[in-house]
């Protein structure tokens, strides 16, 4: 998948493109870019996404993400988009009328011969261009409009905002229905204290990036991806109070029989069910006995 800024000196030509946010490439999304993938006779299929939604940006608000930046690429790779641009939004941008995008955006600098969105997609000044916009205009701009209707679940729309309701309260299982794929958390193996070798449970210790949306502190069933080979694991969100005094939030994963070192290697730790909230342990060996208990759990799980 070719990788660019909307910035950089490039121009494409009779192209396929979706436009959004893409926070989690949940169900919904993937439905979009299935469409794209049918209906691309040869052409590029083309992401146009965003760092943030536009209504964050405008509020200058924290923004929490689902997927990071590098989740999202490699997410949208799996499922065939040849082209990822990400748009960076400026004030300048935003206040672009809906002609003025499908122009100078959509045509000028993507070369969309066909275009792919959902029901509710808004584009250009105070959100003035939708659907009816962009049918009302193909023949002024040369493009065909393939409008994608939402999917559900339970008689209710899939959409980003649901999943981050369900992640703030820990209900993984359901998260991964939504999403279609495992809730997930990507980073470099850090070294720590290395305490759990101590007690037999050595851990692999990653800092999530300041963006990532992560469930509440506590104990979750997981599983592990170590250079594209899968093991069972547990692992705890939050700032283990038993042997830190900071507030740094990590993710610690035991990964159940596996004696390895992986320092500094990139590793995937896929969440799937919730275990027991983070708590403080009078001491290592009280630690040790709970977390025996919350491997047992897991195992349970499995099965």
Known sequence: MQTFGFDDNKKMNNTIVTIGKFDGIHKGHEKLLEILKQNANGRQKVVLTFEAAPSVFLKEEESKTIVTEQEKKLLL??????VYIKMPLTKEFLAMSPEEFIEKVLKEKLGATTIVCGTDFHFGSKAAGDVKFLEEHQK??????????KEQYNHRDI???????????????????????PYRIIGRVQEG???????????ANLI?????LLPPNGVYRTEVVVEGIRYHGISNVGVNPTVENGKQIKVETHIIDFKEYIYHEVVEVQFFGFIRPERKFENLE????QIQEDIKACQKLQK
Do not use: C, W
């Open 77 to 82: 790779e799996e499922l065939g988009v040849d």
């Open 140 to 149: 002024q701009f040369e493009y065909s409009l393939i409008v994608v209707e």
């Open 208 to 212: 999530p990036e300041k963006t990532k």
């Open 193 to 203: 204290k290395q305490l759990g070798r101590t007690i037999d449970i050595p851990t």
């Open 159 to 181: 959409s980003s905002s649901v999943i981050r309701e369900l992640i703030a309260r820990g209900e993984m299982l359901e998260v991964n229905r939504l999403l279609d794929h």
């Open 286 to 289: 009280e630690l040790q006995k």
